[in-house]
């Protein structure tokens, strides 16, 4: 129910798909119901999880719960919690943050980049997609955490190509029972002296990497 008037899902483990459409009786008739497209991978979530995603992004990206540096860990065990992994065009993935505005008041916005080229109605997010055991600077595979923070649907609000951003209007209210957090911005001509990106590179589980 948004302005789209499209709705898309996360994937879907199995063969079979139940659709149901509820229709109140006062307005009995007057629905408009379309299945407009259907994916069918040849991977499950977990089969993907487990052979591609998992582990696959470069040796800089460490699982985003182990120490890589002690001046960044208060503010990376925040920051994680705003990070999200986005499916787009039913099929890719990207990174991205749920960005905070000036009036502080939890507008579910995404900050994600535009060379993601998604179509925002036909995207879905999923929150808190972490190792629940993480295995640190180590070659062996973590393992796949929960999969039940995910949230569909949004509205194009900013791009631009130059600087290869865009803003996303999630279309509805962020469960408060999910404890994400609301990433902040600074617009000063103040220079860090270190920089850590948070994200999910290659549809990875969430991998932190620091800019020394």
Known sequence: NNDAKVLSTWLVDGDDVWIEYFEPQKVAGQGNFTIKKVVHGYRTQNLFANEKGLNSSGACNHDVDCTIDEDIEGLKNHLKKGVAILLVGNSGFCSGSLINNAR?????????????????????????????????????????????????????????????????????????????????????????????????????????????
């Open 104 to 212: 502080n008041d939890q507008k579910p916005y995404i900050l994600t980049a535009r060379h993601c080229g998604f179509d925002t109605p036909y995207c879905a997010f999923r929150f808190n997609w972490i190792s629940p055991n993480p295995v640190c600077a180590a070659y062996q595979n973590s393992t796949n955490g929960h999969t039940t923070q995910t949230i569909s649907g949004g509205q194009s609000r900013a791009s631009r190509q130059q600087s290869d951003f865009h803003l996303v209007e999630i279309n509805n209210p962020i469960p408060e029972s999910w404890d994400v957090v609301w990433n902040g911005w600074d617009n000063t001509d103040a220079i860090p002296t270190k920089t850590f990106g948070i994200h999910h590179p290659s549809g990875d589980i969430m991998k932190v990497c620091v800019d020394r």
